[in-house]
Nanobody
Framework: QVQLVESGGGLVQAGGSLRLSCAAS????????MGWFRQAPGKEREFVAA????????YYADSVKGRFTISRDNAKNTVYLQMNSLKPEDTAVYYC?????????????????WGQGTQVTVSS
């Protein structure tokens, strides 16, 4: 089993930055693909970004491309999401997910493990 714990969320003004972290435990996730999703009130959980097992392949939703950067440190069993130029529409609970296959995907159903989420609120 893999446990995922997100941290780094909070309240920030529009235009500001936050860095989310996702720490994995239970087993190493160095061979897993990792993803970030988000869910705003009343909306479906949506894909934000994903990274392959080696970190060499990344994939972003169009809505965050150029503003968010996903990265990983396999030595620390941790994945990050650097969020810059934040907008009020980025407000959501952000979830980290792990996929046993190391292949990047935006499909929520393809991920095997999920964290509990961290709230990000962007004020205008």
């Amino acid at each position: 089993q893999v446990q995922l714990v997100e941290s780094g969320g909070g309240l920030v003004q529009a235009g500001g930055s936050l860095r989310l972290s996702c720490a994995a435990s239970g087993r190493t996730v160095s061979s897993y693909a990792m993803g970030w999703f988000r869910q705003a009130p009343g909306k479906e959980r949506e894909f934000v970004a994903a990274i392959g097992w080696s970190g060499g392949i990344t994939y972003y939703a169009d809505s965050v491309k150029g503003r968010f950067t996903i990265s990983r440190d396999n030595a620390k069993n941790t994945v990050y999401l650097q969020m810059n130029s934040l907008k009020p529409e980025d407000t959501a609970v952000y979830y980290c997910a792990a996929r046993y296959s190391g292949l990047v995907t935006a499909k929520r159903a393809n991920y095997d493990y999920w964290g509990q989420g961290t709230q990000v609120t962007v004020s205008s």
